[in-house]
């Protein structure tokens, strides 16, 4: 009984409130109704879609929609087809980004085999991918805010992250910024504004989002956020969560898809149905997107220059795909060769590499110089060989470190774990390497 006396008065007063619409609505000129069933209007203005009406019924086929292009400015001879395209960006920022991808090249070779020999316990090369870390660095500014997935480790060389800092991180050591508390390639600088990476697939996503919506906060914000992602990465829940809510609050983040083609052995056939990652920007979440050729340094650079003054000036985000090929194996704990052919592996090692498609482009130039190649790499693996000799032999930081550093006050049950580990050395010191750790 109390239920019907609550609800009747309800109806009447929602009955009331119809009834007013009807009149409001019939006042209105035909053009400027709101009500999308309206038989005159053939375009629909249901809250939930902005569309036209039509009398035939379709299946919409994926098939149905062209794929979006990919941008590109050099061919794979290092030719620039539409002139008005060139960055004309100077020799020595073209020399710079050439070095720093012979730079990651050369560290990455030697890296992967010290792992082969046992010396560190993982790692994970960048081959195919250096157009994309260093174009996009290149193009930004270091005020903006980069959230990295782990193969992204290029945009640290462009910015100035030391080979020292990263053989550190590699070995864990007393220098390690990370203080050793993770695996290899997981860098992370505050000072060049590069977020720690984190294993657990995407999580950098929804975090990327929500500090880009921090700085859209801040009055006179002139920064924007990157966050680089695997096209693998793409289909965790994280991924959806942060287009989504990029999209609708309206942040200044650029989503950066780096689509290898490989997710470990899933081949990225197998991983999306639609248009890869930048087919689901304009359409499935409402982002601006851009789709380039990830192997071309200046279609990158050119390309990001765009996303960032778009982010910055509309407060929205970018969707950005770069269309690259993960040569090398996914990581130390993979071969791919089980999963993909040596042939196919060699034509994006060879003619469809980025750092080759920059050389050709320096030799047309008149900028290359193949004596001043070779010394480059030659003192890279100096320094990189050198470098090892001397992490290796470094302490590992204080073991009471492994409880501090993630919480601002170390919580009650940080503290009673350290006193349980501190008994438990004490009495079975005999069984640690207690001497390679900092005391
Ligand atoms: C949540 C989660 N699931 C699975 C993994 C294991 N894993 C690590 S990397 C990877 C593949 C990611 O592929 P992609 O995002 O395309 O990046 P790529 O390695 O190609 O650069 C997987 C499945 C993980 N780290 N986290
Ligand atoms: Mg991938």
């Given at each position: 009984m109390s239920f019907l006396r609550k609800t009747i008065p309800m109806l009447g007063a929602l009955g009331r409130q119809h009834q007013h619409l009807k009149t409001v609505v019939g006042a209105l000129p035909t053009s400027s109704r709101q009500y999308s069933s309206d038989p005159?209007?053939?375009?629909?203005?249901?809250?939930?879609?902005?569309?036209?009406?039509?009398?035939?019924?379709?299946?919409n086929l994926p098939e149905d929609y062209?794929?979006?292009?990919?941008?590109?400015?050099?061919?794979?001879?290092?030719?620039?087809?539409?002139?008005?395209?060139?960055?004309?960006?100077?020799?020595?920022?073209?020399?710079?980004?050439?070095?720093?991808?012979?730079l990651l090249n050369t560290m990455d070779k030697i890296l992967y085999e010290s792992q082969r020999q046992g010396r560190i316990s993982f790692y994970m090369t960048n081959f195919g991918e250096e157009a994309s870390h260093i174009g996009s660095a290149a193009a930004l500014e270091m005020r903006d805010l980069i959230y990295g997935q782990y193969r992204e480790a290029g945009v640290l060389v462009w910015r100035g992250f030391r080979i020292d800092q990263f053989i550190d991180q590699c070995y864990g050591n007393v220098d390690d910024l990370g203080r050793g508390k993770q695996m290899p390639v997981h860098y992370g600088s505050r000072e060049l504004n590069f977020v720690t990476i984190s294993s657990p697939l995407s999580t950098q996503m929804p975090?990327?989002?929500?500090?880009?919506?921090?700085?859209?906060?801040?009055?006179?914000?002139?920064?924007?956020?990157?966050?680089?992602?695997?096209?693998?990465?793409?289909?965790?829940?994280?991924?959806?969560?942060?287009?989504?809510?990029?999209?609708?609050?309206?942040?200044?983040?650029?989503?950066?898809?780096?689509?290898?083609?490989?997710?470990?052995?899933?081949?990225?056939?197998?991983?999306?149905?639609?248009?890869?990652i930048a087919g689901r920007g304009p359409m499935g979440y409402g982002i601006a997107t851009i789709r380039v050729d990830g192997t071309d340094v200046f279609a990158v650079y050119n390309a990001m220059k765009m996303a960032r003054e778009y982010v910055l000036k509309e407060n929205k985000p970018v969707v950005f795909e770069a269309l690259a090929y993960r040569v090398s194996h996914h990581s130390t704990s993979d071969d791919s060769t089980a999963y993909r052919s040596p042939e196919e592996i060699e034509v994006w090692n060879s003619v469809d590499n980025p750092i080759s498609k920059l050389k050709r482009y320096m030799v047309h130039k008149g900028w290359f110089d193949e004596a001043e190649e070779t010394a480059f790499i030659k003192d890279v693996r100096k320094k990189v060989l050198k470098q090892i000799a001397v992490s290796e032999k470094k302490l590992k930081p204080n073991w009471r470190e492994m409880f501090e550093g993630v919480y601002a006050e170390m919580p009650e049950h940080l503290v009673e774990q350290r006193k349980e580990l501190e008994k438990h050395l004490e009495a079975h010191k005999e069984h640690y390497p207690l001497k390679n750790f900092k005391q």
């Open positions: 005159a209007n053939d375009y629909a203005n249901f809250p939930g879609a902005k569309a036209p009406f039509v009398s035939q019924l379709k299946l062209a794929p979006i292009p990919i941008y590109r400015v050099m061919d794979r001879d290092g030719f620039i087809a539409d002139e008005t395209q060139d960055p004309q960006l100077s020799r020595e920022v073209v020399e710079k980004m050439f070095r720093d991808m012979l975090q990327a989002v929500g500090a880009a919506y921090a700085m859209k906060m801040k009055k006179g914000n002139d920064a924007c956020v990157v966050c680089y992602f695997g096209e693998g990465a793409a289909s965790e829940g994280d991924a959806h969560a942060a287009f989504n809510f990029a999209a609708t609050l309206g942040c200044p983040v650029i989503l950066f898809c780096r689509n290898n083609g490989f997710a470990i052995s899933t081949p990225s056939h197998e991983q999306y149905k639609g248009d890869g």
